[in-house]
């Protein structure tokens, strides 16, 4: 336990930097808060809306957890709302870890390999429920699993518990996805009749009541239109038919290979490999490769397709591919490492040539980001060169501490890049000029999901587009992207970024 306290400190403190100093992204973080801030003020709790029209695309469970955060004091809420993706990460990843009985060196491998998948190390770092919810997923199919090993099969309070919280974190896709898995698991043991036995009447029962008692807090507050369009958009438009992120079937059959990097060639070789392997963890490998395949059909399946969706894909595969490498140092596990590393062995020269012709990364050079991206370079060198003399685990330990190292030291420097990425900056300026003119009429003209600027300003600016600029109010504070200033006839311009704030008489 103390290993382990200390393990998810240093990780923590590698994280830290980023969680403090990183402004939120303009479209989903910001709109969460927005919304947060607009249930604390009209005192609601199950029936959101947001600028005042319904909001029924994500259940309360989130939603409440960010108002909580809105709530502390000011220097408490960066850190604590960057905590609620960090802690279910290392929740999933320990839990996983002692489902396998993971020790020693394979314990650690699996925890970096684990946290610096490149989609899971952004999710952590970002405001968003996907990470709450594979903990909720992961929970559920552990508690399974603790079933089906058991000696006497029986039905658990804790099934339908997960099982309800994954849907109430996100909507269906939190029952779909276990439910799925299990069903899966048992064909292919040829114990399909068993599924009642783990989800028998008492566990219908406890999801009844669940459901029965969100729905009529729903309709109290929201009244019969809120619930229904709630329950047709979290089911249908959300979940079956969405209209939105509408990819082919085989989207995540192209993305899957991005959002394992570095680790994406050595795991999809180990999952297939595991399906046949014959060592002593195989069982566990096996069982981890039925999971990948049951969660990767079940999403391709869904219409509407986001990368983040497949998020509860990444720790069961990585789970197979430490389970499998019992025997994993063989010339093609050698191979499917030694290519990410050769390539992330160029992460400083193309920094260096990325310099000399994006203006955006000139501006924001940093020493530190030098010193970041040639953390990357040395430690992928470190590690090829250790992958080479067949040293798996090492090799992985080493790029996994490079690629921490270089997210501990871009966080430091993240304040330069905000005012690109973000509004914060540019909303501070905007208030400065507002005092300074004594208005409070704030515009932006093209920029996307300005409306979510309220949890800075107060109020939202009003938006408008190039193509509307004789709808341009006077004695308003003016935001937009600098390459369009010329556009209007602005004066005390102030330059944030790639935006700009000035005043229109």
């Not at 969460?32 to 003020?41: H, V």
């Not at 192209?254 to 046949?276: D, E, Q, T």
């Not at 004695?475 to 005043?503: C, E, F, P, S, W």
């Amino acid at each position: 336990m103390k290993k382990t306290i200390i393990f998810y400190s240093a990780i923590l403190v590698c994280l830290l930097p980023v969680l403090l100093l990183r402004d939120y992204t303009p479209s989903s973080e910001l709109r969460y808060l927005s919304i947060a801030d607009e249930a604390l003020r009209c005192h609601h709790f199950f029936a959101f809306t947001d600028g005042g029209a319904p909001y029924v695309d994500k259940p309360p469970l989130f939603l409440w957890l960010v108002m909580i955060g809105r709530m502390l004091p000011e220097f408490l809420q960066h850190l604590y709302l960057g905590l609620l993706s960090v802690i279910p990460a290392f929740i999933i990843t320990e839990v996983l870890a002692r489902l396998m009985r993971l020790k020693d060196q394979r314990l650690l491998v699996f925890r970096l390999v684990n946290l610096t998948a490149a989609l899971y190390l952004v999710s952590m770092l970002t405001l968003r429920m996907d990470m709450l919810l594979t903990m909720f997923i992961v929970l559920s199919m552990s508690e399974f699993y603790r079933l089906y090993t058991s000696e006497h099969p029986h039905e658990s309070w804790l099934l339908p518990l997960t099982l309800f919280l994954g849907v109430f974190t996100k909507g269906p896709i939190g029952m779909v996805m276990p439910l799925a898995v299990i069903i899966l698991f048992l064909f292919v043991k040829g114990r399909e009749t068993d599924f009642f036995k783990y989800l028998g009447w008492r566990t219908w029962l406890i999801l009844f009541i669940l459901f029965g008692g969100w729905f009529l807090c729903t309709y109290l507050e929201g009244g019969g239109g809120y619930l229904k369009e709630l329950i047709s958009h979290q089911t249908l438009n959300g979940t079956i038919h969405s209209p939105h992120h509408r990819e082919p079937i085989y989207y995540y059959l192209y993305m899957v290979w991005l959002l394992l990097l570095p680790w994406s060639l050595w795991a999809i070789l180990s999952s297939i490999r595991a399906w046949s392997s014959n060592t002593a963890r195989s069982y566990e490998a096996r069982i981890m490769a039925i999971v990948c395949l049951a969660v990767f059909v079940v999403l391709s399946l869904f219409s509407s397709k986001v990368t983040v969706y497949l998020l509860p894909f990444v720790p069961f595969v990585m789970s197979a591919t430490v389970l499998d490498n019992e025997k994993g140092n063989d010339k093609y596990v050698v191979l499917s490492l030694a290519i990410p590393y050769a390539v992330l062995v160029l992460t400083l020269p193309v920094y260096i040539w990325l310099q000399m012709r994006e203006p955006v990364v000139e501006a924001t050079s940093n020493p530190l980001m030098w010193a970041g991206c040639a953390s990357v370079t040395i430690t992928a060198a470190w590690a090829l060169w250790q992958v080479i003399r067949k040293r798996v685990y090492l090799s992985a330990c080493v790029m996994a501490i490079g690629l921490l190292l270089c997210v501990f030291l871009f966080g430091l420097c993240w304040p330069q890049v905000n005012p690109y990425t973000g509004y914060r900056d540019i909303s501070i300026e905007a208030m400065s000029a507002a005092k300074q003119h004594s208005t409070k009429n704030y515009v932006a003209v093209d920029l996307k999901h300005a409306r979510n600027m309220n949890v800075y300003l107060g109020i939202s600016p009003q938006s408008i587009s190039k193509d509307s600029l004789t709808a341009l109010p006077h004695n308003a504070i003016v935001m937009t992207k600098a390459k369009d200033a010329h556009l209007l006839q602005l004066d005390d311009v102030r330059t944030v970024g790639d935006k700009v704030v000035g005043y229109r008489k």
